[in-house]
């Protein structure tokens, strides 16, 4: 009895464990089904997605960039078809061998055959090496002739940047380079559209306009084997390239700006008085963007970075300098605006001024005697405008001088190395140097030396709003999406009002209290130039048609000693280093006044014998060219 109830129970026990394995089993077998299912119907767009990845890649090419052109359209900055030798590791059979037969027949050097084995270390096997971004054409002919022995190598028809006028417009267009990782990681999409062989700008609107001109990739789609080999081209998706920017530059007066410089360190700026427009923005001495294309050689680099005239500054935004004279205009307006003198005011000469102990010296040894406003214009005696400045105080004068805009940036939304520069006052330097102001510091702020810093550019901005008569303007470079025409600007600047194409309304810019003030200033300016005694007399044009008003500049970059002075040195008797800074500003023609200029030539002595005979020569090029400017403005405005 016993015995029958055990093998009761034991043969329930086995029951229920195969039950549990049964079901167990059954469980299992419905999982897997319900997995597989879902794998085929559920999720079977997913791995298809997934399968068609590793069967399907995609190499993007690099998105060819926008032109850029100036006011009349010429092509600037563009492209050119460029001969390209890549190499496709995963298509090469024998890697070594194929590098000593691009040697011998391209005569690579041992440091190019090096960093092509780097670069195929460090990049996947079907991306590209690029062994020449700039095949000669004989070159490129000998490698497809010999392509039946050169498998994986793969020449290339592509296209490159391009400076057509070379030297030119180096410090407005700065260049591009391939990008450092910093540079890709800084910029989205630049990420996003990078591929090996890729330039981004590096300096000027190459670099801040960087995602307009950039493009869109241009995409090829192979398909591959299990090994990543590609066996068929799907599909090629062309690129866009990118935009168009249209700069408000002249390209001839660019040019001779170039060649009136002559390679001598200095800049000159020439615009609009009314629209802002920038005709010409050139700094000298200047060098080729194109030598960047295809990486610049140590030696043509070192030529470049060790010119003692600083070519890789651009003069015209980042150059600093004392305005010396060029200040006075702004220093007699002020005065004239805060009533502190009239044209009836005068001042005796003597060739100095004594002031606590300090002497203040006129550039005149012996003095110019009694002078008014007019004449101490256009000879530019020193000791009137100390009087003046100490009469006026410098709070007042720093007012009157940022209103038209010097210590301000004036195209600092394109240019990221423009400097501000400086107009002192008492409050900045008891901020920044924990001093008080003394009064010989005004005295020499009213002659442009002591802490006064300006850009050429300012000085530009400067004279273009005392030629207009007393009006704000926005400098632009860029031309906007409704420009407004030349004839239009200054009707709305003569009603009193200056359209803003920016808000596209019309905005009260007055920089003046009294517009009789504006024009005492340009009077005198006026008699500088052409008066018998001014100082750029010998500079005039007759020709009403070319006629023009302006104040020349003097900047000391050294402290004159006692000695120095007596000796009374000519320029070529002083080392180049130590010589004075030549400045002329000027507008014209003076009858209907359309645009003005600054221009600095360092270390060229006064600016009435290096600078102001440059401004003869080229306002007579900028007045010619001025109707063809107009014709094109007022075409546009019908088309629009």
Known sequence: MIKSNLGIRKTDVINRRMFIIGAAKIVVFAGIVARLFSLQINENKKYLTLSDKNRIREWKLPPTRGNIVDYFGNIIAGNLKVYQLHIIPEQVENFNYLLLRLKSLLSLSSKKIEKIIKLKAELKPWDSIIVSENLSWSQFVKINNYLYDLVGVKPVMTISRNYPFKDAYTHVLGYVSQPNEQEILDNETVQQRFVPGMKIGKLGLEKTLENHLIGTNAIQRYEVNAYGKRINQLEHQKGKQGSKIRLTVDTEIQKECGKLLDGNAGSISVMDIYTGDIIAMYSSPSYDPNLFLFGISEEEWQLIRNNPLKPLINKTLSGLYSPGSTIKPIVALSALENNVIDTKFKVKCTGKMELYGQTYHCWKEKGHGWVSLKNAMKQSCDTYFYEVARLLGVDRLNITAEKFGLGKKVLGQYFDNEKKGLFPNTKWKKNNLGKGWVLGETLITGIGQGYTQ????????????????????????????????????????????????????LLDKKLFKNKKNIKIVQEAMFSSTNERFGTSYKSRIDDPKYQFAGKTGTAQVKRISKRERELDLAIEQIPYKDRDHALYIAYGPYINPRYALSIIVEHGGSGSKAAAPIAKELFKLIIDRHELRKKQSNFERIAI
Not at 472 to 497: C, F, R
């Open 454 to 505: 300006t850009t050429p550019l300012q000085l530009c901005m400067m004279t273009a709003q005392i030629a207009n008569g007393g009006y704000a303007i926005k400098p632009k470079i860029v031309v906007d999406n409704n420009p407004i025409s030349y004839e239009d600007a200054k009707q709305s600047m003569e009603s009193g009002l200056l359209f803003d194409s920016s808000s596209e309304s």
